[in-house]
């Protein structure tokens, strides 16, 4: 029997780049389709995350960014991740005044 693997029908505009901070004010930065249950899988309370995270948790969402497709999610993730913490702090400085 061969198994397939299908992206599902998450719509492609639905990606977005999300940053998370740490307990030990480390910066972590990933995309996701499905916010809610990635972070429960950085929490490791269901299986997946980035075993990085919950050895470092709690973590709290700091910013998120939309993206039009996973592509451009991915490519908007490499920028962000040669950020120095910085610039990084920047970007989620701008982003906590444009929420408010």
């Not at 639905?14 to 899988?41: F, P, V």
């Amino acid at each position: 029997m061969v198994k397939s693997f299908f992206m599902g029908t998450t719509p492609q505009n639905n990606w977005l780049i999300y940053i998370l901070e740490c307990r030990d004010g480390s910066l972590y930065c990933g995309i996701t389709n499905n916010l809610e249950k990635r972070l429960k899988q950085h929490k490791g309370e269901i299986k997946g995350g980035a075993k990085y995270t919950r050895s470092h948790w709690p973590c709290k969402l700091v910013y998120e960014e939309k993206s039009s497709s996973r592509s451009e999610a991915l490519q908007r993730e490499v920028i962000i991740k040669k950020m120095s913490k910085v610039e990084k702090q920047t970007l989620i400085n701008s982003f906590k005044e444009d929420s408010s």
